[in-house]
């Protein structure tokens, strides 16, 4: 696509329009961190942040793409955009964005972000993140936990902590052979042979939930592991995977019930 850069002309009136003069030094400085977007550009990408924040990925991912194209040092498009790509099952395309952050601005792995998400963040995700940190050890190894982590961290502003998790949550996908739809489909029909000849066993409903949860499917996990609790009731981990699940579906209310059950078991050791 061709793309022509009026240079000399829209930058002066866009300024005028918003009666904004910048000394070259401010400019010089805006363009190093958080460049403004245009007065044209401002309405559709408020739309995008909003539909991310509201869960509407499928509206979000083109037009915050189209943002960062345009805007390619807009510290604060590429982190709406790697939240939305992690929501989408796309963490390769996250880890991706949040690396082009610390391209941008390195200081950003060790300090907050302070951009809208973090402003209105409900007291359910902060809450839940807290909880979540401390427990996720039991189910390190399921990559749905680190994805749930990492967006968890890009919503507090913790953008450093998300790429992390993202990176982690790539190396298991990688190490249990299952990036591919094909790998997910085939772990989802052993499980479900295991189950044909034993019927009650709680690992193959676990396995299966979390290969459910890989590929999207969270309310039949959801379903899966409550069989798992039902027949273990006393399972500390299968407590956690329902509410990393809840989480991953945005019911933040029963992910918190969740884990406040699993803090009551007694195998529960802080």
Same mark, same amino acid.
């Given at each position: 696509?061709?793309? =022509?850069?009026?240079?000399?002309?829209?930058?002066?009136?866009?300024?005028?329009?918003?009666?904004?003069?910048?000394?070259?030094?401010?400019?010089?400085?805006?363009?190093?961190?958080?460049?403004?977007?245009?007065?044209?550009?401002?309405?559709?990408?408020?739309?995008?942040?909003?539909?991310?924040?509201?869960?509407?990925?499928?509206? %979000? +991912? #083109?037009?915050?793409?189209?943002?960062?194209? !345009?805007?390619?040092?807009? =510290?604060?498009? &590429?982190?709406?955009?790697?939240?939305?790509?992690?929501?989408?099952? !796309?963490? #390769?395309?996250?880890?991706?964005?949040?690396?082009?952050?610390?391209?941008?601005?390195?200081?950003?792995?060790?300090?907050?972000?302070?951009?809208?998400?973090?402003?209105?963040?409900?007291?359910?995700?902060?809450?839940?993140?807290?909880?979540?940190?401390? /427990?996720?050890?039991?189910?390190?190894?399921?990559?749905?936990? &680190?994805?749930?982590?990492?967006?968890?961290?890009?919503?507090?502003?913790?953008?450093?902590?998300?790429?992390?998790?993202?990176?982690?949550?790539?190396?298991? %996908?990688? =190490?249990?052979?299952?990036?591919? !739809?094909?790998?997910?489909?085939?772990?989802?029909?052993?499980?479900?042979?295991?189950?044909?000849?034993?019927?009650?066993? =709680?690992?193959?409903? /676990?396995?299966?939930?979390? %290969? &459910? %949860?890989?590929?999207?499917?969270?309310?039949?996990?959801?379903?899966?592991?409550?069989?798992? +609790?039902?027949?273990? #009731?006393?399972?500390?981990?299968?407590?956690?995977?329902?509410?990393?699940?809840?989480?991953?579906?945005?019911?933040?209310?029963?992910?918190?019930?969740?884990?406040?059950?699993?803090?009551?078991?007694?195998?529960? &050791?802080?």
């Amino acid at each position: 696509m061709c793309v =022509v850069k009026l240079t000399n002309v829209i930058p002066v009136i866009a300024l005028v329009m918003q009666g904004l003069f910048f000394s070259v030094s401010a400019t010089e400085e805006l363009k190093t961190s958080n460049p403004p977007l245009s007065i044209w550009e401002r309405p559709r990408y408020e739309k995008a942040r909003l539909a991310v924040e509201k869960g509407l990925i499928d509206l %979000a +991912i #083109p037009e915050l793409e189209k943002i960062t194209v !345009l805007y390619p040092e807009n =510290v604060e498009a &590429h982190a709406y955009l790697g939240l939305a790509y992690s929501q989408k099952g !796309l963490i #390769p395309c996250a880890v991706g964005e949040f690396q082009k952050i610390f391209q941008i601005n390195p200081n950003l792995r060790n300090t907050s972000f302070d951009y809208p998400m973090t402003k209105d963040t409900p007291d359910a995700v902060r809450e839940f993140a807290t909880n979540f940190e401390g /427990i996720i050890d039991l189910i390190d190894e399921f990559t749905g936990a &680190h994805e749930v982590m990492g967006s968890l961290y890009v919503q507090l502003g913790r953008l450093g902590d998300a790429l992390n998790e993202y990176k982690e949550a790539l190396r298991l %996908a990688r =190490v249990g052979e299952k990036e591919t !739809l094909s790998g997910i489909d085939q772990a989802i029909q052993e499980y479900e042979d295991v189950l044909q000849l034993k019927l009650n066993c =709680v690992e193959a409903f /676990i396995k299966l939930a979390c %290969a &459910h %949860a890989e590929k999207g499917m969270l309310d039949m996990s959801i379903a899966d592991i409550q069989k798992a +609790i039902s027949l273990e #009731p006393d399972r500390l981990d299968a407590r956690v995977y329902l509410a990393c699940f809840y989480a991953k579906k945005r019911m933040l209310s029963e992910a918190l019930q969740a884990l406040d059950e699993a803090k009551k078991n007694p195998r529960y &050791h802080p």
